[in-house]
């Protein structure tokens, strides 16, 4: 055997044996369920059923659930993310994408722009919606990413125009629904601290920009930002987007600070997890936060499936059907509402139309993020 | 199930390879073949198996019973091959086509067949039909074994996506065959990279840029249709890479599909190295029958726009592909007729200058399957309807490829060859393959844009 025919060979064993050994331990290994580095929920591992298998949907499943909890899958994602940094991010002006991800010196960007396919489906369904509960009054405010508040225009183009695709959203809702024009109200204050800068969520001032404009679009008076009590966590954040971008430096020596605005001291609050849903006491802002929880969990603890804000207010009860988008909202809402029942769609698992029938209920926010995710479009159909 | 995915490579693969390597004789070793395969198709299109048995099955009773018959006998054994396996195309690809055509056409509302189209049923037809047509031609003998002819038409690495292998091609390694796996390891991960790492990174880049033909810049327009074209490539040659790559690995010799293309210096030369396998097919068993260049000008422009129209169709059933075919006609006959000489007589580079601008032309109509969006880009990257030259975001997309685009207008020419086979380089090579593994799966697992674009034909 000649020594180039040999080299070949180890080659061939060396990538032969990886196989082999990735096969045997991604099958007898247990699954993990949560990626830290994507902050996300991994895919299960699939059921087979005929009808599954017929329709296609048990080999697209079990494909993402092998991508998911393929061993040393983190080690693959920094892999692909430095490779990727010099073969499709060199920067020519400062600013890079990472995936989907856009980092501009020292402020990373989401950047949500949903298919035409996922805003009819959305409009779709929310119309479906309004026209089973018609005594209810809906509005709609989908919550947008920072990058087209902040990207250089160099980096802005027809394919990631956010503008362009919420006012889409905003025509394409049916008339018997309010839509709520959040993104006016973020860009008329874009110079003010509305994003993080290492996260995908609006600050709190930012949330409170989003809930001017909803006022605005139900006729009601905001109250005054003045009128809440602030402070400043003492913490340093570094968020999400950071996190999926493997920590550039530019993000981790300037992390965020986290502003507070706190809820009158008359407000309680009540959350429950799926599915015992057992009510537990609530802290709406700056509840107790332990070493390397996620800082965003500062507003209403976190995501639950199913949560009740309580208020002196004269008004009626709110639905708020939402993302985590919501949370800082609702020392504000609050203002305007006797009782708030904030329902995450990502956890609460029941039937929407069968909750609504056990509770009176008489406004309904909904607030997804400007993906429209099929999930929250399922949901209000369920 | 398509080659670059975790399910692939990670279940499928390696217990195959096992199976068969543990599997200790030549005919075993095909049962494990057709098992593996049967599985690999029934994964994604658990029904349509049973059409790919009886396409099978009527080409090796075609085939067996043209054995010592001739005259009418044997023409009606082909006839009957050729009216089954077109008829399959022609209902299961193109009836929703024509219906739809025919309703515009006529005012009227027949109802279209609603099912999705089987995978690979534009390959696999055209292999087994290859068989009976080789039989008739004498070029091979009839198949004895079923077993065996099942094993070459349903053999998982060329049956959903080509390249198409011809029953002679392997007729003899069904019997006794070695396999290669040092080289077909190698094939199969140059393959892979080329998938994951190339195709779909400029695949992307093409979506970002033609999918908005309404606010497309000209140079965007060309960009796409460049990006498009290399997206191409790279899918297809890289899954006929795999393909070829697997073949080895069980000991199989498919012949290559592709011969860089983009280093031809014409359209007609360029056509001799892009899917060698199909053109090939439609010159022996279509353009040859039709009397191929040899009955006078007029003949020979008539083959050739039959031979580039269905090439067109075989593509996909929409018009864009028809006109796609019909300009490859118009392009071809201009070289045969007009511009050979001239291309014979520029340098080089002009040839190539030349043969890539009416290329990206071509896949622009390829692109779209909506003519009118494929005509508007066509229009804008000619100047038509007064749009911006370029605008500044046009740029930095394109320039944080650059080492990207450097590294891919590298594999499209035939550089590596000329490399002397040292043991450093020997050494360097195997040690790249390895490190072109890993970047495969990293991305495979990470990134989500993974289509496979000839898997649609």
Redesign the interface.
């Known amino acids: 055997m000649g020594?180039?025919?040999l080299?070949?060979?180890?080659?061939?064993g060396?990538?032969?044996a990886?196989?082999?050994a990735?096969?045997a331990v991604?099958l007898f290994d247990t699954d993990k369920t949560v990626s830290i580095t994507e902050n996300r929920e991994l895919a299960p591992r699939p059921c087979w059923t005929l009808d599954t298998?017929?329709s296609?949907r048990f080999?697209l499943d079990?494909?993402t659930y092998?991508?998911d909890t393929?061993p040393l899958?983190d080690g693959?994602?920094a892999?692909?993310n430095s490779?990727n940094r010099?073969?499709?991010?060199?920067?020519?002006?400062g600013?890079?994408?990472i995936?989907s991800r856009f980092l501009y010196r020292d402020m990373a960007m989401g950047l949500y722009i949903p298919e035409s396919e996922a805003i009819f489906a959305f409009a779709d369904a929310v119309g479906a919606f309004a026209d089973a509960h018609p005594d209810l009054r809906v509005a709609v405010l989908p919550a947008p990413a920072s990058f087209s508040f902040y990207a250089p225009?160099?980096?802005?183009?027809?394919?990631n125009d956010a503008e362009g695709k919420y006012r889409e959203i905003l025509q394409a809702l049916p008339s018997s629904v309010t839509g709520v024009d959040a993104y006016s109200a973020l860009e008329a204050h874009r110079d003010e601290y509305i994003y993080f800068r290492t996260d995908y969520h609006w600050t709190q001032t930012g949330a409170y920009y989003a809930y001017t404009a909803f006022c605005k679009a139900v006729g009601i008076s905001p109250a005054p930002l003045s009128d809440f009590r602030r402070a400043v966590a003492p913490y340093e954040f570094v968020g999400a987007l950071a996190r999926e971008m493997q920590y550039p430096e530019e993000l981790t020596e300037n992390p965020d600070y986290i502003e507070l605005f706190y809820p009158d001291d008359t407000v309680t609050a009540s959350a429950g997890d799926w599915p015992e849903l057992i009510p537990r006491e609530l802290c709406l802002v700056g509840g107790e936060i332990s070493d390397g929880d996620y800082l965003f969990s500062l507003f209403m603890e976190g995501d639950h499936a199913l949560a009740q804000i309580n208020s002196q207010s004269d008004g009626g009860t709110l639905l708020v059907i939402k993302i985590s988008h919501a949370n800082p909202l609702s020392p504000f809402l609050a203002r305007h509402y006797s009782r708030i029942i904030y329902l995450d769609p990502r956890y609460y698992k029941g039937s929407l139309s069968e909750f609504l029938n056990s509770q009176a209920v008489d406004d309904v926010l909904i607030l997804p993020k400007m993906l429209l995710d099929s999930g929250f479009s399922e949901f209000l159909l369920s | 199930m398509t080659f670059a995915s975790a399910a692939f490579l990670f279940r499928f693969l390696p217990l195959c390879l096992v199976a068969y390597y543990l599997t200790p004789a030549i005919r075993l070793k095909n049962l494990v073949l057709i098992a593996a395969s049967l599985i690999f198709y029934a994964w994604g299109e658990p029904v349509w198996v049973a059409l790919l048995l009886f396409s099978t099955a009527v080409d090796y009773t075609c085939s067996r019973l043209m054995t010592g018959r001739e005259g009418r006998r044997r023409r009606a054994c082909l006839a009957l091959s050729v009216v089954v396996n077109l008829g399959l195309l022609a209902f299961f690809k193109y009836s929703a086509f024509f219906v739809g055509n025919l309703n515009s056409l006529l005012g009227v509302s027949l109802r279209a067949p609603q099912f999705a189209l089987p995978i690979g049923i534009s390959f696999y037809t055209f292999q087994t039909m290859s068989a009976t047509l080789d039989v008739y031609y004498k070029r091979v003998n009839a198949p004895r074994s079923p077993l065996d002819f099942l094993c070459f038409v349903s053999l998982f690495p060329q049956l959903v996506a080509g390249p198409v292998v011809r029953y002679s091609d392997i007729a003899h390694e069904l019997r006794d065959r070695t396999p290669d796996i040092p080289g077909g390891t190698r094939r199969f991960v140059v393959g892979l990279g080329k998938k994951v790492l190339l195709a779909n990174t400029v695949g992307a880049l093409a979506d970002v840029y033609l999918k908005h033909p309404e606010t497309v810049t000209v140079f965007g327009a060309w960009t796409g249709a460049a990006c498009f074209a290399f997206q191409l490539y790279f899918d297809f040659s890289g899954y006929s890479d795999m393909a070829i790559g697997l073949g080895l690995l069980f000991g199989f010799h498919f012949k290559e599909n592709f011969n860089y293309p983009y280093a031809g210096r014409s359209v007609t030369d360029f056509w001799r190295r892009w899917h060698m396998s199909l053109t090939t097919f439609f010159r022996d068993y279509l353009y040859i029958p039709l009397g191929g260049n040899r009955a006078g000008t007029p003949k020979t422009v008539r083959n050739l726009l039959i031979v580039w129209l269905l090439t067109g169709l075989w593509h996909g059933a929409s018009w864009n592909f028809v006109l796609w075919g019909l300009y490859l006609f118009l392009v071809l006959a201009l070289e045969r007729f007009f511009l050979r000489k001239i291309l014979d007589r520029i340098p080089a580079l002009f040839g190539r200058i030349y043969m890539l601008l009416a290329m990206l032309v071509g896949w622009t109509l390829f692109y779209f399957t909506e003519t009118r969006a494929a005509f508007l880009t066509l229009g804008v990257m000619f100047g038509a309807g007064g749009r911006a030259l370029a605008r500044f975001s046009d740029f930095p997309r394109i320039a944080s490829h650059a080492l990207f685009f450097a590294a891919a207008v590298i594999g499209l020419f035939p550089w590596a060859k000329k490399i002397p086979n040292t043991r450093t380089v020997s050494l360097l090579r195997a040690l790249a393959l390895a490190a072109l593994f890993a970047l495969s799966v990293a991305a495979m697992v990470t990134e989500t844009f993974n289509p496979f674009i000839y898997f649609r034909f």
């Open positions: 020594k180039a025919h080299f070949d060979s180890i080659a061939a060396i990538i032969g990886a196989l082999l990735f096969t991604s298998w017929l296609g080999t079990y494909e092998l991508s393929l899958r693959f994602f892999l692909s490779v010099y073969f499709k991010e060199l920067g020519v002006t600013g890079r994408w995936g225009d160099a980096y802005k183009s027809p394919e």
